[in-house]
């Protein structure tokens, strides 16, 4: 299944407010509020904003809220005022009562009902009520009284109505319509300047990112006219008494989270106008002895933030910002937390300063050891961290700081489409023969592999593995839900293409059969013709065109779309024509369509395994009714081997432990008069483990249950086959999602015991099918019966390491000399077990070649019977033991027509 996602967008969750030198202005003379008619333009004060969408899903704050500015040039009193608020499409209306008087050129700010998200809470509100608003669509009235509107659908011209906002589909409105539709992470907006009011909602208001208390498009730089160049220095461009440290603290978490903290300073080192949006801030003369808290942090904020080498201080509400995934809390989201800075005030105290000099990460600056394992398995319990101990408390002792790395080889493809590229500090440590980084266990995660997320203006290049980033890749510390810790670059290195060469299969001899398995990343017929002249160019060029392919992931015939579709002739169709016409063999096919949307894999795909074969050099037949819900069975044909009960057949598929994901495909297959097995798997993915970069260590594996379940039902499979014959001829192979070293992986081949898995039979260092953010694993297998010992296996690197894929899986190919069936000898029994000579006794034979001619002679001389075994390999005779046989213990010996021997003793007695 495809992994790659980009970085974790984050919802806004705080505004700038910009500090203002103040004039010494005589007492506010308050103005008696104006008794309005209709929406009254020159009323000085106006609905500024309106926000309906708080604390739902990726909200920026926790509570809608209505924002009101005075555009006069005295304090308006709007004690006996009101906010009311009416459905889209309703006829009656809620208030807030609102209390107090807006200064001029003040905003006015009413908090309403809160939801159920954990966003941030508003700017300390100047009004409180309860009013749910849409998210999208609704209508709001400011009432220059306190009484309940009774207009119905007309309101907007109704008497003491001030301002009158219908915004998304609302069915009342000022002037020719109402303002665009609103969603969670936006808000109406007056656009106007200085909020003139003509009137006229659909040309007043814009729709963007709420700003509670600022104006629209309002700046975190330039101190809002605050001149720090005068003496003596206001206060408002002094530090605080809090530093970055302080904000960082010792641990994962700040000992400040939730506090205000005032006028922090810093200088600042870069500029996010994505997602998320903000600035970094870091002290240029940090405590230097206190290397556990970071010296530099992320100052959230919806605005412009000040220019890069600003020095500012900065005030705020400290957040640990966690990235939560659907239906996932801030307990349960194994995301560690990032320590910033929100709702802020900022101040530029100067400009054109030098930026802190980013700590240039050597091969031995991060720790060897990845993770941290505390007692209580939440690594942000540890407080100090010790940045020499492990990576991850490395990289949280300079969470915000810049760092720098040079010549960074690259272990992770550059995904320009994500803005992501992985590189490696530690270029030597479990290096791939192609330059990657690879997994050797879970406790072995490369410490070195380090996520770059270039900022704005910075160029994702589309490097592959084994490149290099030349010169210097540089930016502060961050951390994203897919990758750890990451470098958001400001400056990434000169992309120096190493040329990697897809991998080639070595060729097949006569006498090998050629058995691969490639995981086409749901393919369809929709997928571009490209698609499947690449994969077809894999098949022919690459894997040399293999004479049994399990491919996994193929879709139905209408793909995504949910139709009721199962069947995938056409996909198929489409795939074995392109490899056709890229000069290989015409392959056939065999597989059985699923049960609709009940395999799991992207909604409506019904992705499925199906077998190609080349039917020139294999033999296939099709035998009985398969069927989605039916399982295989096995049993023992005429010739002792065994055969299955339908071919295909699927294993166990009703079994729980394959709900919601594919059941294993079983065939049989002959290859120059020897039979073969073939198991196609495409287990249940990862999706639901916690993050092996998060702050559960070691993580939870959640999935890895359902996968032992499989593992172990399809290891009952394996012991009927191999019940029948011990040594016959087993192939698994396919997208067995998960681990060489996996307890699901171990389960079904009895740790190697009953079953070899080829990926193991490889150097460590080339163990890998799959690259994952930056790391080289292993998701595939080929897996084979202890009776095939002639095999060679190569993996086929031609996707996972390469940033312009066909597919996300790298296929595979084991090329075997199967083992010749030798049906058992049998065993051999007598009765009675004790005669005289001159009598007969029965010689049963069980177990058998079936349907054979059988000698039967008395210590393999002398005069002899025959037996003929059955189908099942048993037969029966009566031999006669001679007058002349002596007393004692004498062997009946059953000669089969191959030579090999069985016998069985019988005494005899006096008569």
């Not at 940090?286 to 500012?312: E, H, K, L, N, Q």
């Not at 007598?830 to 039967?856: D, E, H, I, T």
């Amino acid at each position: 299944m495809p992994h790659h996602r980009p970085p974790t967008p984050r919802a806004a969750r705080g505004v700038v407010t910009t500090t203002a030198a103040l004039a010494l202005l005589s007492p506010l003379l308050v103005a008696q509020a104006p008794s309005a008619q209709a929406v009254d333009t020159t009323s000085p004060v106006v609905v500024s904003e309106v926000y309906g969408g708080g604390g739902n899903t990726g909200a920026p704050y926790k509570n809608d809220f209505v924002e009101l500015y005075n555009t006069g040039t005295t304090a308006v009193d709007l004690s006996t005022w009101s906010v009311q608020y009416g459905s889209a499409t309703g006829s009656s209306y809620a208030l807030t009562r609102l209390t107090g008087t807006i200064a001029p050129g003040a905003y006015y700010l009413v908090a309403e009902a809160a939801g159920t998200g954990t966003a941030p809470a508003l700017p300390t509100p100047d009004a409180t009520g309860t009013l749910a608003m849409s998210g999208t669509a609704g209508k709001i009235a400011l009432v220059s009284n306190q009484t309940v509107l009774a207009c119905g659908a007309d309101c907007d011209g109704a008497a003491g109505v001030v301002d009158f906002v219908g915004y998304g589909g609302a069915n009342d409105y000022a002037g020719t319509g109402p303002t665009g539709v609103l969603s969670n992470t936006t808000s109406a907006q007056r656009t106007i300047t200085p909020f003139a009011n003509t009137g006229d909602n659909s040309k007043d208001f814009t729709v963007a990112a709420p700003t509670p208390k600022a104006a629209p498009g309002s700046t975190g730089g330039g101190g809002g006219g605050t001149d720090c160049g005068v003496t003596p220095l206001p206060t408002e461009c002094t530090p605080g008494p809090a530093t970055i440290q302080d904000v960082q603290g010792d641990g994962f978490v700040s000992p400040l989270k939730g506090q205000t903290v005032t006028r922090v300073p810093g200088v600042v080192t870069a500029v996010s106008t994505g997602s998320p949006k903000g600035f970094w801030v870091q002290d240029p003369t940090p405590d230097t002895a206190r290397t556990t808290a970071s010296s530099g942090v992320f100052v959230f904020t919806s605005a412009a933030a000040p220019a890069v080498g600003s020095a500012v201080v900065v005030s705020g509400t400290v957040s640990d910002y966690y990235p939560l995934s659907s239906g996932e809390t801030l307990a349960t989201t194994a995301s560690l937390s990032t320590t910033e800075i929100i709702n802020p005030t900022v101040t530029t105290v100067s400009t054109g300063n030098a930026v802190p000099v980013a700590l240039a990460l050597t091969p031995d600056t991060v720790p060897a050891l990845y993770a941290p394992a505390p007692a209580d398995g939440n690594v942000e319990s540890i407080s100090p961290v010790d940045p020499t101990h492990s990576a991850l408390e490395f990289w949280e002792a300079h969470e915000g700081m810049l760092v720098s790395v040079d010549d960074a080889p690259v272990v992770g493809p550059g995904k320009p489409q994500y803005g992501e590229i992985y590189v490696t500090t530690k270029p030597e440590d479990k290096r791939t023969p192609r330059g990657g980084t690879y997994l050797p266990s879970y406790v072995g995660t490369p410490s070195g592999r380090l996520l770059v997320a270039p900022l704005a203006g910075v160029s994702t290049p589309p490097a592959n593995v084994g490149d290099v980033l030349t010169g210097t890749t540089s930016g502060p510390v961050d951390w994203s839900s897919y990758g750890g810790y990451s470098l958001r670059a400001t400056r990434i290195g000169t992309w120096q293409d190493n040329h990697l060469a897809p991998g080639v299969a070595r060729a097949s001899a006569s006498d090998q059969l050629s058995v691969a398995t490639y995981n086409v990343e749901n393919l369809a017929p929709s997928d571009p013709q490209a698609k499947f002249d690449r994969l077809a160019a894999g098949v022919v060029t690459n894997l040399r065109s293999p004479d049994v392919i399990t491919v996994e992931e193929v879709q139905d015939n209408t793909g995504a779309t949910d139709d009721g579709t199962t069947a995938s002739d056409v996909t198929v169709a489409k795939l074995t024509a392109a490899i056709t016409a890229a000069g290989g063999p015409s392959y056939s096919s065999t597989s059985i369509d699923p049960v609709n949307d009940q395999d799991g894999g992207q909604p409506g795909g019904n992705i499925r395994i199906v077998f190609l074969y080349n039917a020139a050099r294999v033999g296939f037949t099709p035998k009985g009714t398969p069927s989605a819900t039916t399982a295989v069975t096995v049993t023992k044909d005429v010739d002792g081997t065994p055969t299955l009960s339908t071919n295909p057949g699927r294993i166990d598929p009703t079994n729980p432990a394959f709900d919601s994901s594919r059941k294993p495909l079983a065939a049989e297959f002959t290859f120059q008069g020897k039979k073969l097995i073939v198991v196609g798997n495409h287990w249940n993915s990862k999706g639901g483990d916690q993050s092996a970069d998060g702050r559960f260590q070691p993580p939870t594996r959640s999935s890895e249950v359902q996968r032992v379940a499989q593992a172990t039902a399809v290891h009952g499979f394996v012991q009927d086959v191999l019940g029948v014959d011990a040594g016959a001829n087993l192939v698994l192979a396919g997208d067995f999602n998960d681990y060489q070293f996996s307890t699901a992986v171990t389960t079904l081949t009895d740790d190697g015991a009953t079953l070899t898995d080829l990926i193991t039979t490889l150097p460590e260092d080339e163990r890998y099918t799959y690259v994952f953010n930056g790391i080289s694993q292993v998701l595939d297998h080929i897996v084979v019966s202890k009776a095939i010992t002639d095999v060679e296996y190569d993996v086929v690197h031609v996707n996972a390491e390469f940033s312009d894929q066909a597919s996300d899986h790298d296929p595979q190919v084991a090329r075997i000399r199967p083992a010749a069936h030798v049906a058992p000898v049998g065993t051999l029994t007598v009765s009675p077990k004790r005669q005289s000579p001159g009598q007969y006794v029965q010689v049963r034979l069980n177990g058998s070649v079936p349907q054979v001619a059988v000698a039967v002679q008395l210590d393999g001389t002398g005069p002899k019977a025959s037996l003929r075994t059955n189908k099942n390999g048993a037969g029966t005779t009566s031999f006669f033991l001679p007058v002349s046989t002596s007393r004692g213990i004498h062997q009946i010996v059953a000669t089969l027509p191959d030579g090999r021997t069985v016998s069985t003793p019988v005494r005899v007695v006096a008569p």
